[in-house]
Nanobody, 121 residues
């Protein structure tokens, strides 16, 4: 079964940076639009950024200017560069098909393991 798996999360101090990766799945090559999501403790999972194969990007307002989404077609990879991290960025981060482009029933098939990002001093 196709699943997208995120990696690269860790404990980081406020103001620090992390780069998350979503890699090693052939399906990442063929999906037009991929996205990153996050789920904080006790909250719903939120869409935060997306990128198309044309490198069109969109961001949630709260991460705009601090986070950068990118993709490497040759490596079937999608990345999330996170700078100027804040404690409120603490969450489990996931990558998946873009829910602003694809139907929820399609996206729901591909949820995989997320990666924990903790921003704390």
């Amino acid at each position: 079964q196709v699943q997208f798996t995120a990696s690269g999360g860790e404990l980081v101090q406020p103001g620090g940076s992390l780069r998350l990766s979503c890699t090693d799945h052939e399906s990442a090559r063929i999906l037009y639009s991929m996205a990153w999501y996050r789920q904080a403790p006790g909250k719903q999972r939120d869409w935060i950024a997306r990128i198309t194969t044309d490198n069109e990007t969109n961001y949630l307002d709260s991460v705009k200017g601090r986070f950068t989404i990118s993709r490497d077609g040759d490596k079937n990879s999608v990345y999330l560069q996170m700078d100027s991290l804040k404690p409120e960025d603490t969450a489990v981060y996931y990558c998946n098909a873009d829910s602003t482009y694809y139907a929820d029933v399609f996206v729901s098939k591909f949820w995989g393991q997320g990666t924990q990002v903790t921003v704390s001093s």
